[in-house]
């Protein structure tokens, strides 16, 4: 029975996916993530794709009448079908094929989605993932991915008798199967959820449409209103991440930015300082903050009890910014930290979960 085991896990692949709006990653069971691109991808006038990832963002807002650069995923969600499952597609296929072609058994597929988000769209996804050659696919809420990521709650900060259960556990690998307390917040692209895990299960969430895209169309408002400046969203993505802050930071810096002048039409260059920046992003921080409020306000008390001595966790890409966590720590009055694996937290929470898939299926799979 071990051997045809053996033999079925030879010629089968299990793949983890954090289909993300700015960009997505790909984790192969065995071997760690192995997959990381933008979530963009271009088109001709026929609806042939040109190119995806990488190639396709240097496209954006670059490209000819022929051929366009579109995101297909919307604030977490699908916005556009037929290109999705082309992405998936090509995901799918460059992990094949960079694995030869023992692999003729299609891949069980874990997608990590946003707790928000309608049957409709959860179908969406299923169906992408499916027709873009998937075995079986199955869906789990980027808070608790991102929170088995991260592997919280932290092992080192139990109790050494809870430590000796969680090794004895055959699904060791997912700790927040434990009855503590946890809080996530994941700042993506298009999503910031906000959630409180235990026993292996979502307690308590708030699922905001604002996050990483927001904070650049606050930007790209700001410049436009101040300076009568059309500045494209990879530019405001810039300043965010070059100057870009939550709080007042030591040395106040400056970042030359170029754009088209609204009055003239023509080429323009301007200087814009970090502390306007940081003015302009309070709007989509804030309501950052309102859904964390929200969320530990309906959070049951022994759970509360457990966040105030462990804190709260922050992952995703745009939890990176300069003093957020400080920023929200400030309003919560409550420990908060970055986790050691930001940007790869949710799709790392797949691929562990690939390692224990029954575990997933008996208790946290979506229906």
Known sequence: MLALQNLVDYFHIDIGIDLGTANSLVYVKGEGIVLTEPSVVAINEAGDVVA????????????????????????????????????????????????????????????????????????????????????????????????????????????????????????KRLHVNEAIGSMVIDIGGGTTEVAVVSLGAIVESESVRCAGDAMDDAIIQHVKRKYNLMIGPRTAEDIKIHIGSAEPLVEELLMEIKGRDLMTGLPRII?????????????????????????????????????????????????????????????????????????????????????????????????
């Open 271 to 367: 200087d814009i300082h970090s502390q306007e920046v940081r003015d302009a992003l309070w709007e989509p921080i804030s309501t950052i903050i309102n859904a964390v409020k929200l969320t530990l306000e309906k959070t049951p008390p022994e759970l509360a009890g457990d966040i105030v001595e462990r804190g709260i966790c922050m992952a995703g890409g745009s939890s990176q910014l300069r003093g957020l966590p400080e920023v929200i720590a400030r309003e919560t009055r409550l420990p908060v930290y970055l986790c050691t694996n930001p940007e790869t937290a949710i799709v790392e929470g797949t691929g562990r979960v690939l390692e224990g898939i029954e575990v997933l299926t008996r208790t946290m799979a979506m229906k």
């Open 52 to 171: 995806v990832g990488s190639e396709a963002k240097k496209m954006l807002g670059r490209t000819p009448g022929s051929i366009t650069a579109i995101r297909p995923m919307k604030d977490g969600v699908i916005a556009d079908f037929d290109v999705t499952q082309e992405m998936l597609s090509y995901f799918i296929r460059r992990v094949l094929e960079g694995r030869g072609h023992r692999h003729f058994i299609r891949p069980r597929v874990v997608v990590s989605v946003p707790t928000g988000i309608t049957a409709v769209e959860r179908r969406a996804v299923k169906e992408s993932a499916l027709m873009a050659g998937a075995r079986s696919v199955i869906l789990i809420e980027e808070p608790m991915a991102a929170a088995i990521g991260a592997r919280l709650p932290k092992q080192e900060d139990l109790p050494e008798e809870t430590r000796k259960q969680l090794r004895r556990r055959l699904d």
